[in-house]
């Protein structure tokens, strides 16, 4: 027997990607919707009680201006590390855009699109501020780069790490949006427009997840949901434990700040909080991951 044409055999999840496709096609540059004039530094970028000091009597007595830059510099390390998360995905995506079923192809190539639009998105957002970009592309996690890079693109272990790496962060970009409340716009703005893409990116993920381990035994469910765990907590720290040189950068004076963030519990239930409905929706799949 010939080898099957993979351009005519569509997978499962085929007409959830072109569900999506459809959804993606009235595309508009996120540049041209962010209202950039009303960008300011007079006001957090992020609510206050997601900033990682949030709670601590130390950071309680802090000036309101060092409060706020420290939300400035937060805020924008976040942007950075989706733009590092979103690199090694368009780096994945562009290979894999070019081969495989025609359905899945043109969802890539939406994926492709938007990413690329978020990246820019976030960069543009440098552009119009005054912090000190040496913090904010400080090297990210070389595990996840280096997992990112050669996990192979059909395995059930990248579709895993995707889903994390794409609903970690965005549960953050949907609490910004519910409170925005005394948050700088355009930070919302932006928070709103990547989560709208998001959401179709994580559907799409979790349906090709949720094929994988359809013909998935239960050892093989243990072994990568302890794997997920591991994932889980790395982004984790990535995305919401800013590394220490930022708090010096932002204004504070020196201190063991990381550590006081990574230990409080405040911290911990606030992060718990966000990534709820994540863990719920793992253990749906039957999928076993905690945190902390």
């Known amino acids: 027997m010939g080898k099957p044409n993979l351009l005519k055999t569509s997978p499962p999840f085929a007409d959830r990607a072109t569900q999506l496709s459809r959804h993606s096609t009235p595309y508009r540059d996120p540049l041209a919707r962010i209202h950039w004039e009303r960008l300011t530094e007079h006001a957090f970028w992020l609510p206050e009680q997601a900033v990682s000091l949030y709670g601590i009597e130390e950071y309680d007595n802090l000036p309101l201006d060092v409060r706020r830059r420290l939300s400035h510099y937060e805020f924008a390390r976040f942007l950075s590390a989706g733009a590092w998360l979103e690199s090694l995905f368009l780096q994945r995506l562009a290979r894999a855009a070019l081969k495989g079923p025609r359905a899945t192809r043109i969802y890539h190539l939406h994926e492709l699109r938007e990413e690329a639009g978020h990246s820019l998105m976030f960069l543009e ?53 519910l409170h925005a409340q005394g948050v700088c716009p355009v930070a919302v703005e ?55 040189s930022l708090y010096l950068h932002a204004g504070l004076p020196p201190g063991p700040w990381a550590a006081r963030a990574a230990a409080h519990p405040a911290r911990r239930d606030f992060v718990a909080h966000c990534l709820g409905p994540t863990l719920a929706r793992l253990r749906g799949l039957g999928l076993t991951v905690s945190w902390p």
Do not use: K, Q
């Open 125 to 177: 957002f440098f552009e119009r501020t005054d912090l000190d970009t040496a913090v904010l592309d400080a090297p990210f996690d070389p595990w996840l780069t280096a997992l990112g890079r050669r996990l192979p693109f059909h395995s059930t272990l990248f579709w895993s790490a995707i889903l994390l790496g794409e609903e970690v962060p965005d549960r953050l970009n949907r609490y910004v949006r």
């Open 190 to 244: 932006l928070c709103a427009l990547h989560s709208t893409d998001e959401a179709r990116h994580i559907a799409y993920g979790r349906e090709v997840l949720r094929h994988r381990l359809e013909r998935a035994g239960g050892l093989t469910r243990v072994l990568l949901g302890r794997a997920l765990d591991t994932l889980l907590h790395r982004f984790v720290m990535t995305f919401y434990y800013p590394p220490p």
